[in-house]
């Protein structure tokens, strides 16, 4: 085996060693570093960032504070911890296998499928909350220190959350009710690490000063050293005599902490800004083995200096992965470049972000025309509405975040901005099911029914860069109404190719196959290399599948689709979404119209579940969703697999993004 | 005309009168809170509270403070103002008849289809931004100011807000963000009257110290007397010399000032609590000519202090109306009393209320079970995560607050939850196009489809109080996931008639009549009644149109919908909803499932546009979904009316919900 953790009799050794608390405390955070670096590195992804800012709270918290590990992850009476970031997960669940709540074959199962969730999920044992978007555990715990007076309970709930996190509307909310409800079995501890994805909050959207804000909504609140241990400990036992009002500990903390290139951030030669790298995204080789070499020296000296007999510590190698090919597509490249471009001569165009700059790459943007982005942080509401405002100014405002966040966070602030008959391009990035590794916060597979039935509102996913290109240049200068861009956000599992002649021309879809026997309609890179797959497949056991590819998602030509599925008897489309809500009602009911419906299987494929965390593969495979699982359900044939080779089919990377 | 307004040419008097500058403002605010109350009065609803609370702030502002009525509404240069809570919109209508935008017969025709929107709408001349649901108004006139700076265009932007607004989380991020983007030429102006609703804000959730609160975002706040016309004018004087951040005006006002007994609340004789009772809603015959009387004689007052010749108040009738029926059913009244049915013998039902809770019958519920009640205030989605935490711990949360913004506001909270596999039951009160008086953020016509992409959610509409209070029941005892329990929140138009057998099962609705020609499917009080409408009158035609009752908006039995369309060529699904995302598509689906479209007519009914603003009636007939435009378009008969006399198809009740 290639990657190897700390094993937990190590832990229990620590534990059961008579010796000073602190050390002691600081090299059992120490030694889920390393598993924790160990972990992320195995899973190909991952928040080192801020597992490693938090790993000492929560060390403190689960050793020494919460009575969990004694009375059990079931007990009523037990002391409730959770965190609302959720990203720092890998941390907690290190500290799980630590103290035995989770298998070490779990650890190593981070990010896949039948392992451990990218963002925090109930279904694991110990985490108490599904968490992943941002904003929302305030207000969780408090139902849950709520319920715990009501049903006369023992314990408290102690919540963790980001810094950045504050930039959210829903913290203040939560601050401001929890304090007129006198939640005061409640504590708050802010992980002031200083970074929000890969910049200062004081730059992004400053919080500060956070303890005075905090203070004036009620809340008794104290601000310490986060990784200083006897801090920790006084701070916890001194909160305990408040008992009239919520309370939060602002912990400062080093983003990174315990790896030194981690706890830095690095200036960019470009643009000679100062970004931190270690948000998400698991380390290269290079750099997981100097990070180990730093850990594995820290933990052996701090087993020196308490005394404790040296702590064994395995080995761990480079997996050797297939190479990933270097000249991958990106959609979202290209929709980088091609909103530089059309910014050159149309001075309307404004960028705003939601602190993902980076993901949704808008750099480039925001170096060429600084004045025309606005960088809003982990605001989506404020961003939309703000849109609202500049689109009722005569501008033409192009909104970026994920897609699960944009489409349903600020869903009522879009809807109102629609009312107005104003123009604006959203544009949701990660839309679909894959990168599948974050989990079922982040794949986006609701979007495209949340934006459905706004009149004014034309949706568009497309499949290559040429077709981003063309679908950004039909947003802004021919639509009339509302634009959403969907956009994938890994890279293409394959270049889907357009006919040369190719025109983007609304309602109307490309065939990308031939095929007689049936025809499956499909959208962006993801689906339709899945589709192309299954044709593929289906090509060698002489069954024709015709596959379209519609970028339309709620725009259909009925002559169009009329007559390109007269002939067929057989009518599938495939969602990179729910089943509900998405492109395949909307054909559904263009066929209806068209009295187009006699004597024809029409069957929409997608999303009827939450979507599985995993790699790609192996969550298409989970779902039905990859080339042979769908060209078995399209042909009825079962043994397909003895027909063609199935690994050549599916070619994945796994380099997801974060 | 038995309504009637003071002139604009008595404005024009007052507004050329040389005379104390202190005097003019006050005699001209009460002149438009005079126009105020006799539309409101004519309109038969309307938000009087706030309207007056705002009025002399308007009236400085447009007066004084504005040069939009010197340089033209749509100049680039003007100064913008708009409300964010919107629902003072009476007042600001008022003004703008008395200054001139609006002409006299639009005041006239306010909450009526080509009239005035109940909340403010941009195709309304003078309205800078549709608003009406609480907490967008900061970030969108952040937009505006930053567009104007961009655009390098004079003028500043003022937004005023209410104080029960200040519990939406989007206000503390637009505060937050507006500090770090320095957009300092902003004015927000809180209208701080004290009661949300029907409630003191202190009592539903605290905003104070806002002073403090707001200034620890490093804004530039201050607080005075909003009635106080000289302090209002130094205020404003004062901040222009503030260049460098965001500005507050705190104006401590009194909600109804100008009639006495709309300045004071009232206490409740059975709960002995205090209420405000003019949040919402028309005054009825004897407090409008009480209140008339007393406006008459401070406008008689002032005008005789300031020495300008007598100001001409024209005389108003009280209309005779048609008697409302007193007998009439309403779905949320049987709601609420088996909501307290049910908790007596069930301890883990907790109900929660954003502000809403007499509109949504709670208060049974909250006399009955005080310490399983939570007022939340207007935050949505601390409410709906809070349910989470609370499911979470084994109770049975109750979700209650107003369809559109339940579903939107707090969509991806609601989400979240459902990934925790929990159970919570969402109330989606003021379900669907009607009431249509308060305009399209209030109408709720995307509410299904906002949840239909969520795998464990049931969603729900009943009928009548029968099916409502089983409905409650399948959501209580039988459900074991999510459910949505959406409910018309005014009085039935007829009490829709259940068979005497009548068992609620999931996936299968009702036959409530026979009919051979089509058939019709459709759901709630409001639409059914239309489809009985219709059914009635293609009797007359000897056209046979069955309507079935259809609660179970996402959970279609496949026997069922095939054995009861089998004998039908025409099928329709009538939506209190968009066209898309509602039950037709649910219908469509299960019909292309058990391959039953074949040679058959399948349309679906509802809205393809924003509601209309207006009564029931026009606004059903302008989107032809009332009773006889149904039946036309379902038979295709175009003479129906020579057939059928039309109007004993419909009868509404005016007395619309706020």
Same mark, same amino acid.
């Given at each position: 085996?290639?990657?190897?953790?700390?094993?937990?009799?190590?832990?229990?050794?620590?534990?059961?060693?008579?010796?000073?608390?602190?050390?002691? !405390?600081?090299?059992?955070?120490?030694?889920?570093?390393?598993?924790?670096?160990?972990?992320?590195? +195995?899973?190909?992804? $991952?928040?080192?960032?801020?597992?490693?800012?938090?790993?000492?709270?929560?060390?403190?918290?689960?050793?020494?504070?919460?009575?969990?590990?004694?009375?059990?992850?079931?007990?009523?009476? %037990?002391?409730?911890?959770?965190?609302?970031?959720?990203? =720092?997960?890998?941390?907690?669940?290190?500290?799980?296998?630590?103290?035995?709540?989770?298998?070490?074959?779990?650890?190593?199962?981070?990010?896949?499928?039948?392992?451990?969730?990218?963002?925090?999920?109930?279904?694991?044992?110990?985490?108490?909350?599904?968490?992943?978007?941002?904003? !929302?555990?305030?207000?969780?715990?408090?139902?849950?220190?709520?319920?715990?007076?009501?049903? +006369?309970?023992?314990?408290?709930?102690?919540? @963790?959350?980001?810094?950045?996190?504050?930039?959210?509307? #829903?913290?203040?909310?939560?601050?401001?009710?929890?304090?007129?409800?006198?939640?005061?079995?409640?504590?708050?501890?802010? =992980?002031?690490?200083?970074?929000?994805?890969?910049?200062?909050?004081?730059?992004?959207?400053?919080?500060?000063?956070?303890?005075?804000?905090?203070?004036?909504?009620?809340?008794?609140?104290?601000?310490?050293?986060? /990784?200083?241990?006897?801090? @920790?400990?006084?701070?916890?036992?001194?909160?305990?005599?408040?008992?009239?009002?919520?309370?939060? *500990?602002?912990?400062?903390?080093?983003?990174?902490?315990?790896?030194?290139?981690?706890?830095?951030?690095?200036?960019?030669?470009?643009?000679?800004?100062?970004?931190?790298?270690? /948000?998400?995204?698991?380390?290269?080789?290079?750099?997981?083995?100097?990070?180990?070499?730093?850990?594995?020296?820290?933990?052996?000296?701090?087993?020196?200096?308490?005394?404790?007999?040296?702590?064994?510590?395995?080995?761990?190698?480079?997996?050797?992965?297939?190479?990933?090919?270097?000249?991958?597509?990106?959609?979202?490249?290209?929709?980088?470049?091609?909103?530089?471009?059309?910014?050159?001569?149309?001075?309307?165009?404004?960028?705003?972000?939601?602190?993902?700059?980076?993901?949704?790459?808008?750099?480039?943007?925001?170096?060429?025309?600084?004045? %025309?982005?606005?960088?809003?942080?982990?605001?989506?509401?404020?961003?939309?509405?703000?849109?609202?405002?500049?689109?009722? !100014?005569?501008?033409?405002?192009?909104?970026?975040?994920?897609?699960?966040? @944009?489409?349903?966070?600020?869903?009522?602030?879009?809807?109102?901005?629609?009312?107005?008959?104003?123009?604006?391009?959203?544009?949701? /990035?990660?839309?679909?099911?894959?990168?599948?590794?974050?989990?079922?916060?982040?794949?986006?597979?609701?979007?495209?029914?949340?934006?459905?039935?706004?009149?004014?509102?034309?949706? *568009?996913?497309?499949?290559?860069?040429?077709?981003?290109?063309?679908?950004?240049?039909?947003?802004?200068?021919?639509?009339?109404?509302?634009?959403?861009? %969907?956009?994938?956000?890994?890279?293409?599992?394959?270049?889907?190719?357009?006919?040369? =002649?190719?025109?983007?021309?609304?309602?109307?879809?490309?065939?990308?196959?031939?095929?007689?026997?049936?025809?499956?309609?499909?959208?962006?890179?993801?689906?339709?290399?899945?589709?192309?797959?299954?044709?593929?497949?289906?090509?060698?056991?002489?069954?024709?599948?015709?596959?379209?590819?519609?970028?339309?998602?709620?725009?259909?030509?009925?002559?169009?689709?009329?007559?390109?599925?007269?002939?067929?008897?057989?009518?599938?489309?495939?969602?990179?979404?729910?089943?509900?809500?998405?492109?395949?009602?909307?054909?559904?009911?263009?066929?209806?119209?068209?009295?187009?419906?006699?004597?024809?299987?029409?069957?929409?494929?997608?999303? =009827?579940?939450?979507?599985?965390?995993?790699?790609?593969?192996?969550?298409?495979?989970?779902?039905?969703?990859? $080339?042979?699982?769908?060209?078995?359900?399209?042909?009825?044939?079962?043994?397909?697999?003895?027909?063609?080779?199935?690994?050549?089919?599916?070619?994945?990377?796994?380099?997801?993004? #974060?």
């Amino acid at each position: 085996m290639a990657y190897n953790l700390i094993k937990k009799s190590e832990f229990d050794r620590l534990i059961a060693f008579d010796g000073n608390w602190e050390l002691k !405390m600081k090299l059992f955070a120490e030694m889920c570093r390393f598993n924790t670096f160990v972990a992320v590195k +195995k899973a190909g992804s $991952g928040h080192l960032g801020s597992s490693f800012s938090s790993m000492d709270i929560i060390t403190y918290l689960y050793l020494n504070e919460l009575n969990v590990l004694n009375v059990g992850l079931d007990n009523e009476e %037990r002391d409730i911890y959770f965190s609302s970031k959720g990203h =720092d997960v890998p941390a907690l669940y290190s500290l799980f296998y630590a103290v035995g709540i989770l298998p070490e074959e779990k650890l190593l199962m981070l990010r896949r499928l039948n392992g451990l969730d990218g963002h925090p999920d109930v279904r694991i044992p110990g985490i108490e909350a599904c968490t992943g978007s941002l904003g !929302m555990g305030i207000s969780k715990a408090k139902g849950m220190a709520w319920a715990k007076k009501y049903q +006369k309970k023992n314990g408290n709930v102690f919540v @963790l959350t980001g810094d950045g996190e504050f930039q959210e509307g #829903q913290i203040w909310e939560s601050i401001q009710a929890a304090a007129h409800q006198k939640i005061s079995n409640l504590t708050v501890i802010m =992980d002031h690490n200083k970074y929000q994805t890969d910049m200062l909050v004081e730059d992004v959207n400053n919080i500060e000063d956070i303890v005075t804000k905090v203070s004036s909504f009620g809340w008794h609140v104290v601000r310490i050293n986060g /990784h200083d241990f006897n801090e @920790l400990k006084e701070t916890f036992t001194n909160l305990k005599y408040v008992i009239d009002k919520p309370k939060m *500990i602002i912990a400062d903390t080093i983003k990174g902490k315990g790896i030194s290139f981690m706890e830095k951030p690095f200036t960019e030669t470009i643009s000679g800004k100062t970004y931190y790298r270690w /948000h998400s995204g698991a380390p290269d080789d290079e750099n997981f083995l100097k990070g180990l070499d730093e850990l594995i020296n820290s933990i052996n000296n701090l087993a020196k200096e308490l005394g404790i007999e040296k702590i064994e510590i395995p080995e761990n190698k480079i997996e050797s992965k297939a190479s990933t090919k270097l000249d991958k597509e990106f959609v979202v490249e290209a929709f980088g470049d091609a909103l530089v471009e059309l910014a050159k001569t149309n001075d309307k165009i404004i960028v705003l972000d939601g602190d993902l700059a980076a993901d949704c790459r808008l750099r480039k943007f925001e170096y060429e025309f600084p004045d %025309r982005f606005i960088e809003n942080g982990i605001a989506e509401q404020d961003m939309v509405s703000m849109a609202g405002g500049l689109a009722r !100014m005569g501008l033409l405002p192009v909104v970026n975040s994920f897609a699960s966040f @944009l489409a349903a966070r600020a869903n009522e602030q879009i809807y109102n901005n629609a009312c107005e008959k104003t123009k604006i391009i959203y544009v949701c /990035h990660f839309a679909g099911i894959i990168p599948a590794g974050p989990g079922k916060s982040h794949q986006s597979v609701r979007d495209i029914s949340l934006f459905g039935a706004i009149p004014n509102v034309t949706i *568009i996913q497309p499949c290559n860069s040429l077709e981003t290109k063309k679908a950004l240049e039909y947003c802004v200068n021919q639509s009339k109404e509302n634009c959403v861009l %969907r956009l994938a956000i890994g890279p293409s599992p394959e270049k889907i190719e357009l006919p040369e =002649d190719y025109e983007f021309t609304i309602g109307i879809g490309t065939e990308l196959t031939d095929g007689k026997d049936a025809i499956i309609f499909s959208y962006g890179p993801v689906m339709l290399h899945e589709a192309l797959n299954a044709h593929r497949i289906l090509k060698n056991a002489n069954y024709g599948l015709k596959v379209v590819n519609m970028p339309w998602l709620n725009k259909i030509d009925l002559d169009w689709i009329d007559s390109i599925t007269k002939n067929y008897k057989n009518i599938y489309v495939l969602e990179d979404h729910s089943i509900i809500g998405g492109l395949g009602e909307r054909i559904l009911n263009a066929l209806a119209d068209v009295h187009h419906l006699q004597a024809k299987k029409f069957d929409i494929i997608g999303l =009827d579940d939450y979507p599985e965390c995993g790699t790609p593969l192996e969550v298409l495979e989970y779902h039905g969703l990859d $080339g042979m699982s769908l060209a078995k359900r399209i042909s009825g044939i079962e043994n397909l697999e003895t027909i063609i080779e199935k690994s050549q089919a599916n070619i994945y990377s796994d380099s997801a993004p #974060q």
